[in-house]
């Protein structure tokens, strides 16, 4: 049994990016939820979310609460998922795929999903696999990633995160690279 927790980023207090109607936490939520599905219909996965509707608006889930979650479920994966932005006017587009410095693990779940989306969601540019020290992919106990799901400030990107078709498409193709991850 494959036990992974998605992490829908922000919430409640915290939109995260926000561009136009763009909202990020709403967005990384659709996404997150479409994946967790995915997996969860099979029998060999163990799915838990983070977060499975906007939680109260005068509250906030923090990193640590998040992580702990993870940790409660002695998850194989953890997976965070969100839209990244830039200042109004930059040329910025594109996903990427994070893991921690020096995480075997985390660089290989990170390059499958990479590889899936950069195959099943050709309508979001593909940047790179990268390292980086963010609170929840450090401090998990299991191999976790983030998602940046592409660029709410870009107008190549925004108008199909928006999309709630193309949010089901990037939660499957999210899903496809953990099922690769695992060999399944």
Known sequence: ????????????????????????????LVIALAAA???????????????????NLNLELG?????DFSDRQNADLFVSVHCNAMAPGSPANGFEVFHYYGSQAGNQAASDVFKALEGKVP??????VK????????????PAILVECGFLTSDHD????????????????IAAGILQYFGV
Not at 123 to 128: D, F, G
Not at 131 to 142: D, P, R, S, W
């Open 1 to 28: 049994m494959h036990r992974v927790v998605f992490d829908p980023g922000h919430g409640g207090v915290d939109p995260g990016a926000v561009s136009g109607a763009a909202i990020e936490k709403d967005i990384s």
């Open 37 to 55: 599905d995915l997996l969860a219909a099979r029998d060999d996965f163990y799915i838990e979310v983070t977060r499975e509707t906007d939680i």
């Open 63 to 67: 990193l640590e609460e998040r992580v």
């Open 123 to 128: 309508e979001i540019a593909p940047r790179s």
């Open 131 to 142: 390292e980086a020290g963010f609170y929840v992919i450090k401090n998990t106990q299991a």
């Open 158 to 173: 925004r108008p199909n995160l928006e999309s709630p078709g193309f949010q089901q498409k990037y939660g499957k193709a």
